[in-house]
């Protein structure tokens, strides 16, 4: 594990972070962050609420704009991109470029409530990627076939368990096949007994796929199994960060250990 | 002096076709509404200040003055620069024109009030701006909208008597035509004011339906 961790650092790393700030007016969120991540890394963020966990996921899904800092996706400057020879600050076309390598997976789903499973899977590869519809149905079939949903294709979102719901969303993300995806407490929201079949769905993919994928969670044993890398953040800051096997037994820092110790218990 | 049924009887028809001329005048004004209502409150969120700030001022331009101000401006005023139209169009452009700085507060309400989660699955999406309108957005937001946008086309419908005032043969052009022709106004504005009450509490039952199908009971 530790070796395979070391080799991925190796390659050119496929989303950097460089002294990143974000406040929201007086509170500040990120606080000179550096991030890098390797491809097919994958990285558990954990921290106490308020540290900055969430924000950064939206901040790589441009969600959120940087007060300062640098944001390099592939190599490509997210915020900013070269027009006659000058870095000028990023138009809607170049947004809509880094987009294509990011998607997204939220604590509320965020489902089409107004379209059927079908329809919430294929609208965005039909609209954005410009597959026809039996493309687009096709790649649907084979995302239901992989959450276990296959028998849903015609169901609303309200007629589906949170667990259910969280599986498509996660199908939706898919259908767009970007190289990042990004988890932002996809169990929160989900009653105890529905969280073990989406993290079953996460942990298919992360064996059978290569994509990147940054992960905020609260169940450690969860971040342990999948993860790569473990980033302990704390008031915008990462502490700590570590192979899940040194950051679960022995974290060096007083805070991770404290922080640790509190989660565990409950 | 006592009420001439003889007389109601013989002006019906010339009545009833004003009638349809009311209800056409009134539906066509709620279309342009419904359009151009949706136009502003687009511009109002673009993300080009001037843009939005224009539209802003033109939606309180337009609500702050009267209709029947705006009806002769069309119909007098513009004709010399150019532009004329017959009086049912003009009339009809009027009705809309007004009420679309209504019906823009309606959209804008409505699409306020979607979730945030729902831009955000569609940014996440990669949807473009008017892919997320087309297939996010308003779809999900005009729903709700539909009786408050009922509300209005009742109350375009009560308005079109304003256009008595540049010709349009509506109603109560026609109800003064015939009362000027037998110097008899009683049994005319009678008739009209009845036919107005028959498609007023129909339009409102109308509106009550719409109101049970369209927003949720919680």
Do not use: C
């Amino acid at each position: 594990m530790s070796q395979q961790s070391r080799r991925k650092l190796e390659v050119d790393p496929i989303l950097r972070m460089r002294r990143v700030r974000k406040s929201y007016g007086d509170l500040l969120v990120l606080d000179d962050l550096d991030l890098e991540v390797a491809p097919s890394e994958r990285i558990a963020l954990i921290g106490p609420s308020g540290s900055g966990k969430s924000t950064i996921l939206r901040i790589l899904m441009t969600l959120e704009r940087v007060d300062s800092g640098e944001i390099q996706i592939e190599g490509e400057s997210v915020w900013t991109y070269l027009h006659k020879g000058a870095q000028v600050p990023a138009n809607e076309q170049h947004l809509r470029k880094i987009r294509r390598k990011v998607g997204m997976i939220f604590q509320q789903f965020n489902l089409f409530p107004h379209m059927n499973v079908l329809r919430n899977l294929t609208e965005a590869p039909v609209r954005v990627l410009g597959l026809s519809s039996e493309e687009a149905r096709g790649r649907a079939l084979e995302l239901l076939e992989l959450i276990g949903l296959t028998d849903k294709i015609d169901a609303y979102p309200a007629q589906l368990s949170g667990g259910q719901k969280q599986r498509v969303a996660i199908a939706r993300a898919l259908a767009m096949r970007p190289r990042i995806m990004l988890f932002d407490e996809v169990t929160s929201a989900l009653d105890p007994e529905l969280v073990g079949e989406v993290l079953n769905v996460l942990r298919r993919l992360a064996r059978d796929s290569n994509i990147t994928m940054l992960i905020v969670t609260h169940h450690m044993r969860f971040a342990q199994d999948i993860a790569d890398r473990v980033v302990f953040l704390e008031a915008g800051r990462i502490v700590e960060e570590g192979l899940p096997e040194v950051m679960f037994s022995r974290p060096s820092h007083p805070r991770t250990r404290e922080f640790l110790e509190s989660v565990l218990e409950q | 002096m006592s009420f001439d049924w003889n007389l109601v009887l013989e002006i019906l028809p010339a009545l009833l076709s004003a009638f349809l001329v009311t209800v056409q005048a009134s539906l066509l004004g709620m279309a342009v509404a419904l359009l151009l209502g949706l136009v502003w409150a687009l511009l109002r969120r673009s993300g080009n200040r001037l843009v939005a700030w224009s539209a802003t001022w033109t939606i309180e331009f337009i609500r702050s003055t009267p209709l029947l101000v705006q009806v002769y401006f069309l119909f007098y005023v513009l004709p010399s620069f150019g532009l004329s139209w017959s009086p049912l169009v003009t009339g009809v452009i009027a009705l809309g024109l007004h009420y679309s700085a209504y019906t823009a507060e309606v959209y804008r309400t409505g699409i306020d009030n979607l979730p945030k989660g729902q831009w955000e699955a569609a940014m996440a999406l990669n949807l473009g701006r008017f892919d997320t309108y087309r297939s996010v957005v308003l779809p999900q937001a005009i729903p709700p909208m539909i009786p408050a946008l009922g509300n209005y086309l009742v109350a375009i419908f009560k308005e079109t008597p304003v256009l008595a005032a540049i010709t349009v043969n509506e109603l109560l052009q026609t109800a003064k035509l015939i009362g000027a022709d037998s110097f008899r106004y009683l049994e005319p504005l009678t008739v009209v004011g009845i036919l107005f009450l028959i498609a007023s509490l129909l339009s409102a039952r109308l509106v009550e339906k719409l109101e049970a199908r369209f927003v949720p009971t919680e």
